[in-house]
């Protein structure tokens, strides 16, 4: 699986789009961008996934430059909920195909 | 509907005492992941059951940790021997069926070896 990178932290503004990029230079055709997010003491959750085109669910959208190379995920309007560290995955869709988690990045949504 | 369970949530022991750590999957996920994560860390992953066969246990750091699950449901982490290394997160995760891969993680078992 291709590697990724990502900001180390950032904080946001409750109520403010929060904006999280994700390098992921050497990916490959067939690999999909993926998120998860694990908040204090709990296990990672599933945000969303995509290979080229942009998606948005209910929780946030994802933004996919045209060389796929980088990603942007979104969340509209952030709340002291969504404070958590956010990881960006690329890999195959597969079953069986286990996560690679990085460092991620450590979002704190401030009042 | 029910999540991914796991117990004991907390676990103490010993180096040197053998632990088993249990995981409920989501009723009907036929893939089932073990990972281990340690502190300030992502989580890393251990080995891989679809249904009751162990496809891929790679992961595993040393032939003291072994993983079961004989009926194709429920899963156990066997840590034989602790020692102080061991002390992490071991999270499981499970996903729906073959070719859906959206991974659903439990909340983890704490263990830590004194």
């Known amino acids: 699986d291709a590697k990724t990178t990502q900001p180390t932290s950032m904080d946001c503004a409750e109520g403010r789009a929060a904006n999280l990029p994700c390098n992921h230079s050497t990916i490959s055709g067939n690999e999909y961008v993926y998120w998860y997010r694990q908040i204090h003491s709990q296990g990672p959750q599933y945000i969303i996934h995509?290979?080229?085109n942009n998606e948005t669910n209910e929780m946030a959208s994802l933004i996919i430059t045209e060389d796929r190379k980088s990603s942007t995920l979104i969340l509209p309007h952030a709340t002291l909920r969504d404070t958590a560290v956010y990881y960006c995955i690329v890999r195959f869709k597969a079953a069986g195909n286990k996560l690679t988690f990085g460092g991620g990045t450590r979002v704190l949504v401030k009042p | 509907g029910a999540g991914v369970s796991q117990s004991p949530r907390y676990k103490v022991a010993k180096r040197g005492q053998d632990v088993a750590l249990r995981c409920d999957p989501i009723s009907g996920h036929v893939s089932l992941f073990w990972y281990q994560q340690a502190l300030g860390q992502g989580p890393e992953f251990l080995t891989y059951?679809?249904?009751?066969?162990?496809?891929?246990k790679s992961g595993l750091p040393s032939d003291r940790f072994f993983a079961e699950r004989p009926e194709g449901s429920v899963s156990t982490l066997k840590i034989q021997r602790t020692q102080q290394e061991d002390s992490a997160v071991y999270l499981c995760?499970?996903?729906?069926?073959?070719?859906?891969?959206?991974?659903?993680f439990g909340p983890g078992t704490r263990l830590t070896v004194l």
């Open positions: 995760a499970s996903s729906l069926v073959i070719g859906t891969d959206t991974q659903y």
């Open positions: 995509g290979l080229k």
């Open positions: 059951f679809q249904n009751e066969a162990q496809l891929d």
